[in-house]
C-alpha cells in the first residue's frame, strides 16, 4: 500500500511539473506574440513624407531587452546605385530603446529598395535572442514579417 501512495505522489508530481511547464511555455509563446504583432502594426513608412516611423513595445517581459537593428540598401546614383545603410546604431549597440516611444527617421531622397528592421528579446544573463523577426518594408509602404 505505501508503494502506491508513493507512487500516486511521484506521479501528481510528474503532472503538476508538466502542466506548470506547458503554462510557462503558453505564456512566453502568447508574449512573443503580443509583442510581434505589436511591433508589426506600429511600423510605418510613408512614401508621401519620407517618413519611417515605428513605436517599441511598453512592455519587455522581465529578464529580457528588446533588440532592434534597422538596415537597408538605397539607391545611390549611377555610378553607385545601391548603398547599405544602418539607422539608430547607437540604440542598436547598447540595447537602449525606451519602451512605448515611437521612432522617426528620414530617409534620403533618391529612394531605397528596402528596409529591413530585425527585432526580438535578447536574454539580458545570456545575451542570446529567445526569437528573433525581420520586418521588411518596401519603397510603396507596404512590409511583410518573417520568423528568422
Request: hydrophobic residues 35%.
Amino acid at each position: 500500500m505505501k508503494k502506491k501512495k508513493i507512487g500516486v505522489i511521484i506521479l501528481l508530481i510528474v503532472l503538476i511539473s508538466t502542466i506548470t511547464t506547458i503554462m510557462v511555455l503558453a505564456s512566453i509563446h502568447s508574449k512573443e506574440t503580443d509583442i510581434k504583432d505589436s511591433f508589426y502594426n506600429s511600423v510605418n513608412y510613408d512614401p508621401i513624407k519620407d517618413l519611417l516611423s515605428f513605436t517599441v513595445p511598453k512592455t519587455i517581459p522581465e529578464g529580457y531587452k528588446f533588440y532592434l537593428h534597422i538596415s537597408g540598401l538605397r539607391f545611390m546614383g549611377e555610378n553607385n546605385p545601391q548603398w547599405a545603410f544602418h539607422v539608430f546604431d547607437e540604440e542598436s549597440i547598447n540595447y537602449t530603446w525606451e519602451h512605448g516611444k515611437t521612432y522617426n527617421h528620414f530617409e534620403c531622397s533618391g529612394g531605397f529598395e528596402y528596409i529591413s528592421l530585425n527585432f526580438g528579446l535578447l536574454d539580458k544573463n545570456t545575451k542570446k535572442l529567445l526569437y528573433s523577426y525581420t520586418i521588411t518594408v518596401f519603397p510603396t509602404g507596404t512590409k511583410t514579417i518573417e520568423k528568422d
